[in-house]
């Protein structure tokens, strides 16, 4: 019976809500040079565009609503729990669809959209506003050093202590969404693996290490993944 579920979520999850993905041939990373837009150096170098870039997804974000993916997923939260066990959900995204429909408790490795961070005092602020170079950090008052507080190429991915107790802890494993090709994410299948657990990828395409899943389901997160969460809700029955 499966009681403690740890499941990865990406790009994918957020597709129908109209986020646009990374790798797919219509995603950001095709229209937009990750290097320029993503590194501390690209923001070094041009701060003006990264903030542009940043300022642009966050309000498609505010604007987007959560589909019945993230809705199946807040659902096994709750339920899981109220049977003594856990889901730990672990999310590549900045957006914030999962908490908006009720998830509450969601790990961010890559950081979030909603959050800001000033790189002279280090003060970290819920952050719904566009930023500039001209905007002061609400602490120190210092201008020019706000930035998104997301993780960028070369940055170290946030949580990885409690993500990695979690992993050790779970029971299953599902990946929603990801294209298996941003490390350290795409590596926790194979530890789930190590752990002895089952794995499961819920993709639309075959991700970068579908080879690694035990299973995989293709076909659009609003369908696989309430269908899932029947699944695991079912068996306890
Ligand atoms: P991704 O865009 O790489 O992959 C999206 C995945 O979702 C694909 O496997 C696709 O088949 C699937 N998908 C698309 N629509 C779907 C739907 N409706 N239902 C189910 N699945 C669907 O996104 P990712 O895996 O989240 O990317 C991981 C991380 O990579 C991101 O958090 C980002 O920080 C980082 N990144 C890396 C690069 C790079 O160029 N190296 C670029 C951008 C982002
Ligand atoms: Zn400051």
Redesign the pocket.
Known sequence: MTRNVFALT????S??SGLG????TD???ARFD?MRL?TPEGFAADPVLVHEFYNHRRRDALAAAPNPAHAALARLETELAERGGRLFLCT???DDLHEREGSRHVVHM?GELLRARCTACGTEAVWHDDLTVETPCPHCGRSGGMRPDV?W?GEMPKHLDTIDEALAEADLFVA???????YP?AGYVAQARAFGIPTLA????A?DNAGMFEATRL????E?VPAFVEEVLGERR
């Open positions: 990406g790009a994918g999850i597709a129908e993905t990374f790798r797919d995603g950001a990373w990750p993503a590549q995204n900045i890559h993780v190429f929603v969404g990801t294209s298996g090709a941003v994410a819920l993709n639309l395409e991700a076909g659009r997160a609003s696989t």
